[in-house]
C-alpha cells in the first residue's frame, strides 16, 4: 500500500489559508485543527503563539507530534464526526479535509465548528464543488457556491473564494480542482 496522505504532505507548507486567518485573528489564543495529518499547519499555529489541538483518524499524527515535542499541542487520533468540543477556540481550520466526510456529517458538523468558537473567533474552511473530478464519489461531500454562501450567512464572510482548475494531487496525478476557501469570523 502507498503511503497516505499525511505522510505525503509533512513537508508541504502550511495552507495559506491559514497564514491568513491567523492574521484576520489579530490574536493568539487556542485552536482546533481538523485533519491535522502530518501536522503541517499545526505547527505554524504554534510557531505564531497559539495552543493547539489537533485531531485526525490517522495514527501518523501522534508520530507527528512526537517530532515536534510542544507543550502546547495537543493531540487526538479520531475523526470529526467523532469529536466532542469541550472547549472555546480562537481559531478552527479544516483544510481539504470536510470534504472526505459524507454530506449529512459535514452538514452537522459545520454547526459544531461554529458553536466551538469564542466571541470573534474565526472559522477557516475547505469545500470540493461540484465540478471537481471527485464529484461522483458517494461518500464525499460537493457543494454549489449557494450551497457554501448559506452555511455561512449567519457569519461574518472574510473571505469567500472559488477556485475551478486543472493541477495534480500529492501523489502527481492530474485531477480538476474545484474548491471553495472560506474564512469568517462570529
Known sequence: MGKSYSELSKDIKPDALVRRAIKVLGRTGNAL?????????????LESGFEVTAIDKDPIILEAAKEIQNSDLFVEVLGMADYEFKKKYDLIIS??????????TLLNSIPKMKDALVDDGVLAVTFFGVRDDWADKEDMSFFIREEVEELFSDMNVIMFSEEDYD????????????????IAKT
Open 167 to 182: 493541477g495534480e494531487i500529492i501523489q502527481k496525478i492530474p485531477k480538476h480542482w474545484h474548491i471553495f476557501r472560506i
Open 95 to 104: 483544510i481539504n479535509v470536510l470534504p472526505f466526510l459524507d454530506k449529512d
Open 33 to 45: 485543527d481538523v485533519g491535522a495529518g502530518s501536522l503541517r499547519n499545526t505547527k505554524l499555529m
